[in-house]
């Protein structure tokens, strides 16, 4: 069984400041990870994954995450936000067993910009 | 050119109804699901299907009934409904290990 832990349920920012959303998995295989985001009254959208190779992995808005396999984290990054940037952020993980696909989400990190 | 499209967007209704979700995906994926997000707005897997056979179950009650005529769609059945059956419905599709979500269907029983 895999479980997501978000730490940080609501995290205000000002304008231009970083931010780091924070996510902590555990799973007894090996997985691969993702973001999504949730803009208000929207649906799911894929911000980032890794999957395999670098740890680094890039959205083009300016998010970045880094899969670190000995803390089992995959925290989600932007030097400095935007207004726009204002959503629900979900970590999740899904085992790499072909058959089961299937998600396993956090419960979710409300990212508020503050102008 | 909606990649994921649920019909309808909300859902209103009284307890003891029944009622249908509908979803369709034409990016031509094999998988579909579906998840429930509830007001705390946690996420969890449903159903999957997988070519019109049903993959996961996740001890949902035998209330809800999911139906899949096709790899491009898949329906989801509720009866009986019940006040805890509130819940914003997602369906998502994949090929592979990325998946595509709906833009939700907001259920509310009252």
């Known amino acids: 069984a895999q479980s997501v832990t978000q730490l940080d349920s609501q995290v205000p920012v000002f304008e231009e400041a970083p931010v780091e959303l924070r996510c902590n998995y555990s799973s007894s295989v090996s997985v691969y990870l993702f973001w999504y985001v949730q803009y208000p009254n929207q649906g799911l959208q894929l911000l980032l994954k890794y999957l395999s190779g670098s740890t680094l992995v890039e959205s083009i808005n300016g998010f970045e995450a880094e899969f670190n396999k000995s803390q089992t984290s995959f925290h989600l990054r932007k030097p400095s936000v935007h207004i726009s940037d204002t959503a629900e952020y979900f970590c999740a993980v899904s085992d790499q067993g072909f058959g089961n696909e299937k998600l396993t989400f956090g419960t979710g990190t409300r990212l508020t910009i503050i102008p | 050119d909606t990649a994921v499209s649920q019909t309808p967007k909300y859902l209103v209704t009284q307890m003891g109804n029944d009622k249908s979700i509908k979803c369709e995906q034409n990016l031509g994926h094999d998988t579909m699901y579906w998840y429930k997000q509830d007001s705390k707005k946690f996420l969890k897997i449903m159903f999957s299907?997988?070519?019109?056979?049903?993959?996961i179950n996740e001890t949902v009650p035998n209330r809800f009934s999911p139906k899949s005529p096709d790899k491009a769609h898949l329906n989801l059945h509720i009866n009986s409904l019940e006040l805890g059956d509130s819940a914003v419905y997602f369906c998502?599709?994949?090929?592979?290990?990325?998946?595509?979500f709906g833009p939700g269907t907001r259920l509310t029983v009252l």
């Open positions: 998502a599709s994949s090929q592979g290990f990325e998946q595509f």
């Open positions: 299907y997988n070519n019109k056979e049903l993959i």
